[in-house]
Protein backbone atom coordinates (compact mmCIF):
# COMPACT_ATOMS: atom_id res chain seq x y z
CA UNK A 1 0.00 0.00 0.00
CA UNK A 2 1.07 3.35 -1.09
CA UNK A 3 1.49 5.83 1.60
CA UNK A 4 3.08 9.73 1.90
CA UNK A 5 3.50 11.37 4.96
CA UNK A 6 4.53 15.41 4.60
CA UNK A 7 6.66 17.20 7.33
CA UNK A 8 8.36 20.21 7.99
CA UNK A 9 7.93 23.73 10.18
CA UNK A 10 4.26 24.61 11.17
CA UNK A 11 5.45 28.17 11.44
CA UNK A 12 7.62 30.41 8.78
CA UNK A 13 8.18 34.35 8.82
CA UNK A 14 6.94 36.63 6.14
CA UNK A 15 9.19 36.63 2.83
CA UNK A 16 11.58 33.53 3.78
CA UNK A 17 11.01 30.02 2.18
CA UNK A 18 8.41 27.60 3.20
CA UNK A 19 10.03 24.17 3.17
CA UNK A 20 8.58 20.84 3.46
CA UNK A 21 9.48 17.22 2.73
CA UNK A 22 6.86 13.98 1.29
CA UNK A 23 8.17 10.30 2.40
CA UNK A 24 6.94 7.63 0.46
CA UNK A 25 6.62 4.29 1.45
CA UNK A 26 4.78 1.08 -0.41
CA UNK A 27 6.67 2.29 -4.02
CA UNK A 28 9.40 3.81 -5.31
CA UNK A 29 9.05 7.53 -6.65
CA UNK A 30 11.93 6.30 -8.74
CA UNK A 31 9.98 3.97 -10.87
CA UNK A 32 6.50 5.88 -12.09
CA UNK A 33 3.95 8.64 -11.90
CA UNK A 34 4.30 12.16 -10.66
CA UNK A 35 4.66 13.19 -7.52
CA UNK A 36 2.51 16.32 -6.47
CA UNK A 37 1.70 19.00 -4.28
CA UNK A 38 -1.51 20.67 -3.18
CA UNK A 39 -2.69 23.26 -0.43
CA UNK A 40 -5.62 24.43 1.02
CA UNK A 41 -6.05 27.41 2.95
CA UNK A 42 -8.48 27.03 6.59
CA UNK A 43 -11.86 27.08 5.16
CA UNK A 44 -11.05 27.11 1.35
CA UNK A 45 -10.62 25.03 -1.68
CA UNK A 46 -7.86 22.81 -3.41
CA UNK A 47 -5.15 24.92 -5.30
CA UNK A 48 -2.66 22.56 -7.45
CA UNK A 49 1.25 23.98 -6.31
CA UNK A 50 3.22 21.70 -8.77
CA UNK A 51 4.00 18.50 -9.80
CA UNK A 52 7.57 16.58 -10.44
CA UNK A 53 7.44 13.28 -13.15
CA UNK A 54 9.75 9.99 -11.59
CA UNK A 55 12.20 11.20 -14.62
CA UNK A 56 12.85 14.74 -12.66
CA UNK A 57 10.62 17.09 -15.60
CA UNK A 58 8.66 19.41 -13.31
CA UNK A 59 5.23 21.52 -14.03
CA UNK A 60 4.60 24.10 -12.03
CA UNK A 61 1.03 26.18 -11.12
CA UNK A 62 1.62 29.61 -13.44
CA UNK A 63 0.26 31.55 -10.38
CA UNK A 64 3.27 30.25 -8.10
CA UNK A 65 5.88 29.68 -10.87
CA UNK A 66 7.93 32.19 -9.67
CA UNK A 67 8.19 30.82 -6.52
CA UNK A 68 8.08 27.06 -6.22
CA UNK A 69 10.97 24.24 -6.69
CA UNK A 70 9.67 20.95 -6.72
CA UNK A 71 12.80 18.08 -6.65
CA UNK A 72 13.03 14.42 -5.99
CA UNK A 73 15.04 12.46 -3.26
CA UNK A 74 15.48 9.11 -5.08
CA UNK A 75 17.90 7.86 -2.22
CA UNK A 76 15.46 8.39 0.84
CA UNK A 77 12.55 8.30 -1.31
CA UNK A 78 11.45 11.47 -0.62
CA UNK A 79 10.33 14.37 -2.59
CA UNK A 80 10.42 18.40 -1.38
CA UNK A 81 8.48 21.72 -2.03
CA UNK A 82 10.37 24.77 -1.62
CA UNK A 83 7.91 28.27 -1.80
CA UNK A 84 10.25 31.76 -1.39
CA UNK A 85 9.15 34.76 0.03
CA UNK A 86 5.89 33.37 1.87
CA UNK A 87 3.09 35.53 2.67
CA UNK A 88 0.52 35.31 5.09
CA UNK A 89 -1.85 34.30 2.05
CA UNK A 90 0.29 31.08 2.00
CA UNK A 91 -0.91 30.06 4.98
CA UNK A 92 -2.69 26.50 4.11
CA UNK A 93 -2.74 22.63 4.91
CA UNK A 94 -0.05 21.37 2.59
CA UNK A 95 -0.60 17.93 0.77
CA UNK A 96 1.37 15.64 -1.16
CA UNK A 97 0.28 13.05 -3.67
CA UNK A 98 0.82 10.81 -5.99
CA UNK A 99 -0.85 11.14 -9.67
CA UNK A 100 -1.35 9.86 -12.63
CA UNK A 101 -1.31 12.71 -15.40
CA UNK A 102 -4.97 13.24 -14.60
CA UNK A 103 -6.12 11.30 -11.50
CA UNK A 104 -4.77 12.32 -7.62
CA UNK A 105 -5.33 8.41 -6.44
CA UNK A 106 -3.19 8.63 -2.76
CA UNK A 107 -2.73 11.46 -0.48
CA UNK A 108 -0.79 12.59 2.53
CA UNK A 109 -2.78 13.23 5.77
CA UNK A 110 -2.17 17.36 5.30
CA UNK A 111 0.60 19.41 6.78
CA UNK A 112 -0.56 22.71 8.55
CA UNK A 113 1.86 25.94 7.56
CA UNK A 114 0.91 29.22 9.13
CA UNK A 115 2.80 31.84 8.00
CA UNK A 116 3.27 34.63 10.63
CA UNK A 117 6.34 36.61 12.29
CA UNK B 1 -6.13 28.75 -15.01
CA UNK B 2 -9.85 29.57 -12.96
CA UNK B 3 -11.27 27.44 -11.05
CA UNK B 4 -14.09 24.84 -11.88
CA UNK B 5 -17.53 26.41 -10.87
CA UNK B 6 -19.28 24.23 -8.07
CA UNK B 7 -22.59 25.04 -6.14
CA UNK B 8 -21.49 25.84 -2.66
CA UNK B 9 -24.50 23.51 -1.06
CA UNK B 10 -26.23 20.63 -1.55
CA UNK B 11 -28.30 18.78 0.74
CA UNK B 12 -30.61 15.83 0.70
CA UNK B 13 -32.33 13.10 3.28
CA UNK B 14 -31.43 9.59 4.24
CA UNK B 15 -32.36 7.17 1.15
CA UNK B 16 -32.39 9.91 -1.43
CA UNK B 17 -30.09 11.14 -3.99
CA UNK B 18 -28.12 14.50 -4.40
CA UNK B 19 -26.40 15.86 -7.76
CA UNK B 20 -23.21 18.32 -7.58
CA UNK B 21 -22.18 19.85 -10.82
CA UNK B 22 -19.04 21.54 -11.75
CA UNK B 23 -18.74 23.71 -14.64
CA UNK B 24 -15.52 24.44 -16.67
CA UNK B 25 -14.71 25.44 -20.14
CA UNK B 26 -14.03 23.48 -23.27
CA UNK B 27 -10.09 23.76 -22.01
CA UNK B 28 -10.84 21.59 -19.16
CA UNK B 29 -13.91 19.65 -18.45
CA UNK B 30 -15.42 20.31 -21.75
CA UNK B 31 -11.88 19.29 -23.66
CA UNK B 32 -11.10 16.01 -21.82
CA UNK B 33 -12.80 13.27 -20.23
CA UNK B 34 -10.62 13.66 -17.40
CA UNK B 35 -12.86 14.55 -14.65
CA UNK B 36 -12.51 13.38 -11.37
CA UNK B 37 -14.08 13.71 -8.25
CA UNK B 38 -12.91 13.91 -4.31
CA UNK B 39 -14.59 13.70 -1.07
CA UNK B 40 -13.30 15.29 2.05
CA UNK B 41 -14.17 15.05 5.79
CA UNK B 42 -13.37 17.48 7.94
CA UNK B 43 -9.73 17.35 8.97
CA UNK B 44 -8.73 14.61 6.59
CA UNK B 45 -7.33 14.47 2.84
CA UNK B 46 -9.06 14.13 0.23
CA UNK B 47 -10.11 10.62 -1.23
CA UNK B 48 -10.66 9.99 -4.75
CA UNK B 49 -14.26 8.65 -5.38
CA UNK B 50 -14.84 9.01 -9.01
CA UNK B 51 -11.97 9.31 -11.79
CA UNK B 52 -12.05 9.53 -15.68
CA UNK B 53 -15.31 10.89 -15.36
CA UNK B 54 -17.45 7.93 -14.54
CA UNK B 55 -14.80 5.21 -13.18
CA UNK B 56 -15.02 4.18 -9.72
CA UNK B 57 -11.53 3.39 -7.47
CA UNK B 58 -12.06 -0.28 -6.09
CA UNK B 59 -13.82 0.05 -2.83
CA UNK B 60 -15.96 3.15 -3.57
CA UNK B 61 -19.91 2.47 -3.22
CA UNK B 62 -21.87 2.19 -6.24
CA UNK B 63 -24.15 4.73 -4.56
CA UNK B 64 -21.58 7.41 -6.08
CA UNK B 65 -21.73 7.74 -10.10
CA UNK B 66 -20.59 10.57 -12.46
CA UNK B 67 -20.61 11.97 -15.84
CA UNK B 68 -20.16 15.00 -18.00
CA UNK B 69 -22.19 16.63 -21.14
CA UNK B 70 -20.56 19.28 -22.31
CA UNK B 71 -18.39 21.57 -19.97
CA UNK B 72 -20.24 20.42 -17.09
CA UNK B 73 -19.54 17.27 -15.20
CA UNK B 74 -21.66 15.87 -12.27
CA UNK B 75 -21.81 13.34 -9.18
CA UNK B 76 -24.49 11.36 -7.93
CA UNK B 77 -24.93 10.15 -5.15
CA UNK B 78 -27.75 7.71 -4.71
CA UNK B 79 -29.02 6.30 -1.02
CA UNK B 80 -27.57 9.31 0.79
CA UNK B 81 -26.20 7.74 4.20
CA UNK B 82 -25.24 9.89 7.25
CA UNK B 83 -20.98 9.07 6.38
CA UNK B 84 -21.56 10.81 2.41
CA UNK B 85 -21.51 14.19 4.51
CA UNK B 86 -18.37 16.05 3.29
CA UNK B 87 -16.98 18.48 1.33
CA UNK B 88 -16.87 17.13 -2.52
CA UNK B 89 -14.34 18.82 -5.09
CA UNK B 90 -14.07 18.16 -8.77
CA UNK B 91 -10.54 17.87 -11.11
CA UNK B 92 -9.84 18.31 -14.07
CA UNK B 93 -7.14 17.68 -16.68
CA UNK B 94 -6.49 21.24 -18.64
CA UNK B 95 -3.77 20.42 -20.75
CA UNK B 96 0.09 21.01 -20.74
CA UNK B 97 0.06 19.24 -17.35
CA UNK B 98 -1.84 21.51 -15.89
CA UNK B 99 -4.71 20.92 -13.14
CA UNK B 100 -7.09 22.95 -11.68
CA UNK B 101 -9.77 22.04 -9.12
CA UNK B 102 -13.69 22.89 -8.18
CA UNK B 103 -14.66 25.32 -5.55
CA UNK B 104 -16.22 22.92 -3.50
CA UNK B 105 -19.45 21.39 -2.33
CA UNK B 106 -21.00 21.01 1.37
CA UNK B 107 -22.72 17.96 1.52
CA UNK B 108 -25.33 18.13 3.92
CA UNK B 109 -27.27 14.92 4.85
CA UNK B 110 -30.70 15.98 6.85
Known amino acids: QVQLQESGPGLVKPSETLSLTCAVSGYSISSNYYWGWIRQPPGKGLEWIGSIYYSGSTFYNASLKSRVTISLDTSKNQFSLNLSSVTAADTAVYFCARHSIITWWYWGQGSLVTVSS | QSALTQPPSASGSPGQSVTISCTGTSSDVGGYNYVSWYQQHPGKAPKLMIYEVSKRPSGVPDRFSGSKSGNTASLTVSGLQAEDEADYYC??????????FGTGTKVTVL
Open chain 2, 91 to 100: SSYAGSNDHV
